[in-house]
């Protein structure tokens, strides 16, 4: 286990935290919203805090869903070549918001672009975690058909890591959509199978199944709150463990 500055023991010595594009565009329906992307920055500090190795994927819908338009009647592979470059964007950000607080960061990319990012070699991202930065991975898994969601969970079980930290806008899974639905009721717990046969679309099934097949649990919580990452990392907080 981890030894946070703390000195509270962790669960966790290493995590993968998955954050959709979404998360970064604030109440805009586009583009990144500085002010969320500090927040968002801020609380992965604050978790980096507790003395564990962080690994993070972000999406790209903020960028690339405002493209729809443009990718109207074009094909599947390409769509998903401008969504993978959308992540590139999005992790650049991130990755100097994170500097801004003074944490290092380090953007490892799936797809080669030398004079931005560092190509995604496994043994140097292992480097880099041991020697305390942080790991921003973008351009998805570098393939087309692939999603954010899968990307987070083979990197994950590349990485070794204990646990995928899914960030959503709700403290967990639920039966129903509690935006809409009031007496939507919230999991405290699920297994896999549950998520695939319920088709709950938490994250895609690839995704599921291959955290099931590592054995790496999936924590679903909210990144709305602030420092909620830290706080369920600790054990507090609503979250769904699927396990």
Do not use: W
């Amino acid at each position: 286990m981890a030894q946070p500055r703390t000195g509270r023991s962790l669960r966790y010595r290493r995590v993968l935290v998955k954050l959709s594009g979404e998360a970064l565009m604030g109440k805009s329906g586009y583009g990144i919203d500085v002010e969320v992307l500090n927040q968002v920055a801020a609380d992965i500090c604050e978790a980096a805090d507790l003395g564990l190795q962080l690994c993070l994927v972000v999406g790209g819908g903020n960028i690339y869903r405002g493209l729809a338009a443009a990718t109207d009647g074009m094909d599947r592979v390409s769509g998903d070549y401008m969504g993978m470059l959308a992540t590139v964007l999005n992790g650049l950000a991130l990755g100097q918001a994170l500097e801004a607080k003074g944490r290092s960061a380090r953007v490892m990319s799936a797809i080669p672009m030398l004079s931005i990012a560092e190509p995604f070699i496994r043994a140097r991202a292992l480097a880099h975690l041991d020697d305390g930065h942080l790991l921003v991975f973008v351009g998805g898994t570098g393939n087309p058909f692939f999603t954010t969601d899968t990307t987070a969970a083979l990197r994950a079980a590349e990485m070794g890591c204990d646990a995928i930290f899914k960030a959503t806008q709700v403290d967990g899974v639920y039966d129903s959509d509690p935006t809409k639905n009031p007496k939507a009721r919230r999991y405290d717990a699920l297994s896999y199978d549950d998520v695939l046969r319920q088709d709950l679309r938490i994250m895609d099934g690839a995704a599921i199944a291959l955290a099931r097949d590592n054995r790496i649990p999936i924590i679903v919580f909210s990144i709305k709150e602030q420092g909620g990452l830290a706080a369920v990392l600790q054990g507090k907080g609503s979250s769904t463990t699927i396990s």
